[in-house]
């Protein structure tokens, strides 16, 4: 344990050093602090996860000005969340429908937009009909509820009903969060400190599931038996466009968010995936001068060569992403929510869900 002088002993010893000594040993103490991307630089290899080329969506911009390659890679997201608007993009990929579509929409601090302009192109054949209710997934709680595991609290609690299995879900908790407050188990009740320090705006828990930020109400159908999970729209979510409801849109109009997080948006459209590599091609494009972003003339829009599954790309790089459930990650997302490393003087004690961003890299060869 750490000990600590009395004011005025530390006053007496610090004073017999000079100015400088002193500022280096407190710059030396900062640097003890790893920041995220030291973290994440030494996280070891066991803990990336490879990412499935079937699992990517590539599309191919046309060359920019200075006639560059414009290369987006998407990953589509995995089960139980928007399967069927992820069908039905594997089958325009499949159609290679997008070619020859466009960007066509840009709306400064919000999203960007691609898909047929005309609205005239035939959608090929096999598309679903996803209902509003895919904007979630169900699940089904067990009484299973792990304390303070490497700075998280984790709590594997969510089984989806349809069978695809167990994922465990960490929700940032500071150190001095943890000692203000119990976390509620299931089976005690929350006292009023833990439900201050556990406050999420747009629903509780909030986590990772299988390497994606979710959030979740425990008790949406039920007394602590049943609930309900969603992906959330951080930076770089890539979702589906849709007329009003009841349209849930099919999948060939889809959007990213360029701009602060959207999570008014949650459960109101359909998450389908997350650019991890290229979101520069698209958050530095013009901004749309027309209503909501969209572009007035043909020639401002940005055409799109191609689209494809990961699988069919043959220069296609390895990607991997940092497990949600390692060591590391606990530990960069804590670095994330209290940050001690040099440039900063007060720890925040807490981070939004989209300011951790789930680490992905091209595999090291």
């Known amino acids: 344990m750490k000990r600590y002088l009395t004011l005025a002993a530390s006053a007496a010893i610090f004073a017999a050093f000079p100015l400088a000594a002193q500022t ?9 602090y790893p920041s995220p991307p030291e973290i994440v630089a030494k996280a070891k290899a ?10 990517l969506l590539v599309m191919e911009l046309a060359p920019d000005a200075k006639s560059k390659s414009r290369r987006v890679v998407i990953q589509l997201m995995p089960a139980p969340f928007s399967q069927g608007w992820v069908g039905n993009i594997r089958k325009l990929a499949a159609a290679k429908w997008w070619d020859g579509t466009s960007i066509n929409r840009v709306q400064d601090n919000y999203v960007v937009q691609w898909g047929d302009a005309t609205e005239t192109k035939a959608l090929p054949e096999g598309l679903v009909t996803v209902p509003e209710s895919e904007y979630v997934a169900d699940i089904t709680e067990t009484p299973i509820f792990d304390p303070v595991v490497h700075g998280h609290v984790i709590q594997p609690w969510a089984t989806n009903v349809s069978g695809e299995g167990v994922w465990s879900i960490p929700i940032a908790v500071s150190p001095l969060n943890r000692k203000k407050a119990r976390i509620k188990t299931s089976r005690e009740k929350e006292t009023p400190k833990a439900r201050q320090y556990r406050n999420e705006t747009y629903g509780w828990p909030t986590g990772f599931s299988k390497g994606w930020p979710v959030s979740g109400n425990l008790n ?6 049943t ?7 951080c930076y770089a979510m890539v979702g589906v466009g849709r007329n009003l409801s009841p349209d849930t849109g099919t999948g060939a109009e889809l959007y990213t968010v360029i701009g ?19 979101i520069e091609h698209l958050s530095s494009l013009p901004r749309g001068t027309g209503p909501l972003g969209f572009y007035e003339k043909e020639e401002e829009r940005v055409p799109i060569a191609s689209a494809r599954l990961g699988n069919e790309i043959a220069d296609l790089p390895a990607f991997e992403y940092l497990s949600t459930e390692s060591a590391s990650f606990a530990a960069y997302a804590d670095a994330r929510a209290n940050r001690r490393d040099a440039f900063f003087i007060k720890p925040a004690g807490g981070a939004d869900i989209c300011n951790i961003p789930v680490p992905v890299r091209r595999k090291p060869l």
């Not at 066991?46 to 699992?55: Q, R, V």
């Not at 949406?220 to 038996?225: E, N, Q, S, V």
């Open 227 to 233: 609930g309900e999970i969603w992906p959330v729209h």
């Open 260 to 278: 602060h997080a959207p999570r008014h948006l949650d459960r109101n459209i359909a998450l389908v995936g997350r650019v991890i590599e290229g």
């Open 24 to 32: 280096t040993a407190a710059e030396k103490e900062k640097k003890e």
């Open 220 to 225: 949406a159908r039920g007394f602590g038996k």
């Open 46 to 55: 066991e803990e990336w996860l490879a990412i499935a080329p079937s699992d």
